[in-house]
Structure formats: structure tokens, C-alpha cells
């Protein structure tokens, strides 16, 4: 069994920063050159992603009492330093992850948590079967092929044993660049009572 995980609040936490400035420009060629579909509000890339496109500091608009584990800053989320280390724990080094993160509140206090941006590296392209899975399915602006629409609450998603076995975390592009991950990763991540993602299961199948 594995899972597909939404951030929640992702809209609020993206809008609610005053963050640096990424390069944009300088991500759209890295897009091109990957051939990845620059779709708004993800920047997920299989190669490493220059610092450039990195947020160094993001500051709160709005009081906040206590920020989740996992915030929206510009184009990459922003992970704490416990996602990082259960990450870290079953795919070591094959994500990338920035320096420290300056996040603060609104009155300029500091986080308590440590936040990285991140970049997860595993692209795993066709992992769902399209014929098996009985979500609403459209034709993505960004890929023109037929795709799942992810109403995760409503959906049965199926994905193929034969591509995701051995992966715990990866982005599906072709599935608006969500994250899928492994029953025995959520579990993990369950057990440090992670803030601020959701899941819903996705049954696996062959073609």
C-alpha cells in the first residue's frame, strides 16, 4: 500500500510569507532543460537545484501561535528539521535539502523548528494506471495527456507495483507534482505526529 500526501493549508502558508524573491527565469530554464511542465507553486526537480532558487528568509504576515512542520515558501515547501530526519532515515541523500531557513513570525520572533527548503528528487513518471483508478480524469494544460484529478477524498488512485517498488517519497509530475509515499514512511512520519499533511490511500496494481 502506498499513500498520496496533500499539505494542508498549503494556499495559507504560500501567501501568508514575505519571502526572497526566487529566480525565475533561472527556474524556468532549469524546467525547460529537465523537461518538466513548470507548473504554479512546485519546483521539484530530479537534478539538484541551484541556491539561487532558494527562499533564505520568509517572515509571517498574519500572528501565527505555532508554524507546522511543513510551510509553503514561494516555490518550494519549506520542511522541518524532524521531516528532514525521518526523510534522511529511508532514502538517505537522495533528496536535496537547503541551508537553514530564517522563518520568523510576524512580531520577529524565531521559529522553534528548524525549516530547509526541499527539493525531492525522485520523479517518477506513469505511476498510476490511469484505466484502474476511478477519479475524474482531464487532460492536463501542462503534460496534454490524460490525468486523475486530485479530489483525493473521492478518488480511488491505483499505482504500479512495478515502478514505485524499493521508493518511500516521490513526486508523480504528470499528477500536478504531488507526493506519494510508502506505507512504512507514513507510519514513521505518523509516529512523530507530523503537522500540517494529510493522506489518503492509493491501492497498487499492475498493468
Not at 499513500?3 to 493549508?9: D, E, M, P, Y
Not at 506513469?126 to 487532460?139: G, R, V
Not at 507514513?186 to 512523530?192: E, S, V, Y
Request: contains cysteine; aromatic residues 14%.
Amino acid at each position: 500500500m502506498v499513500w498520496f500526501a496533500r499539505v494542508k493549508n498549503s494556499v495559507q502558508y504560500s501567501t501568508a510569507f514575505d519571502c526572497k524573491p526566487e529566480t525565475y527565469a533561472l527556474r524556468k530554464k532549469l524546467h525547460e532543460e529537465a523537461n518538466l511542465p513548470l507548473i504554479p507553486c512546485t519546483t521539484a526537480m530530479p537534478g539538484f537545484a541551484p541556491p539561487e532558487l532558494f527562499v533564505q528568509s520568509a517572515i509571517h504576515r498574519t500572528p501565527k501561535k505555532v508554524f507546522p512542520d511543513i510551510i509553503n515558501l514561494d516555490s518550494f515547501y519549506g520542511v522541518s528539521d524532524r521531516f528532514r530526519a525521518v526523510l534522511e532515515e529511508f532514502e538517505p541523500g537522495l533528496h536535496q535539502f537547503s541551508e537553514p531557513v530564517d522563518v520568523r513570525y510576524k512580531d520577529g520572533r524565531a521559529s522553534e523548528m528548524t525549516y530547509y527548503n526541499f527539493n525531492p528528487r525522485i520523479h517518477l513518471y506513469n505511476t498510476l494506471i490511469i484505466e484502474q483508478s476511478t477519479a475524474h480524469k482531464a487532460i492536463s494544460q501542462y503534460t496534454n495527456k490524460l490525468k486523475p484529478e486530485p479530489d483525493f477524498r473521492d478518488s480511488v488512485l491505483v499505482a504500479d507495483e512495478t515502478l514505485i517498488q524499493r521508493h518511500h517519497f516521490w513526486v508523480a509530475p504528470d499528477y500536478y507534482g504531488d507526493w506519494f509515499v510508502s506505507d512504512a514512511l507514513k507510519k514513521r512520519l505518523d509516529a512523530i505526529k507530523l503537522k500540517n499533511i494529510e493522506y489518503s490511500k492509493v491501492l497498487v496494481g499492475r498493468r
